[in-house]
Nanobody
Framework: QVQLVESGGGLVQAGGSLRLSCAAS????????MGWYRQAPGKQRELVAT???????NYADSVKGRFTISMDNAKNTVYLQMNSLKPEDTAVYYC??????????????WGQGTQVTVSA
């Protein structure tokens, strides 16, 4: 079993910053990659950013230059630093991870989601 626990969401004014955290725990042998997705009301869930255990990153065009994803391998934790936030960044942000368990099985896990609201 693998659990993802997110924190750091909230309400911020446009132009402000927030930092999201997501900690993985459970029967983890190796974290292959972690990432953040978001879902705004009435819209499909979309990729925000991903990072591999080797540090390779990928960003949605809409957040490039404003958001930074990082990972602390020792803590099994991924972070999303969000700067220059815009009202259109308002969404529920979900942490995602692909993990190899201690039984050497691949597992994809999702966090419960954390609300980010950016006011104009």
């Amino acid at each position: 079993q693998v659990q993802l626990v997110e924190s750091g969401g909230g309400l911020v004014q446009a132009g402000g910053s927030l930092r999201l955290s997501c900690a993985a725990s459970g029967s983890i042998f190796k974290i292959n990659f972690m990432g953040w997705y978001r879902q705004a009301p009435g819209k499909q869930r979309e990729l925000v950013a991903t990072i591999t255990s080797a540090g390779s990153t990928n960003y949605a065009d809409s957040v490039k230059g404003r958001f930074t994803i990082s990972m602390d391998n020792a803590k099994n934790t991924v972070y999303l630093q969000m700067n220059s936030l815009k009202p259109e960044d308002t969404a529920v942000y979900y942490c995602n991870a692909e993990i190899t368990t201690t039984r050497f099985l691949p597992v994809a896990s999702w966090g419960q989601g954390t609300q980010v609201t950016v006011s104009a």
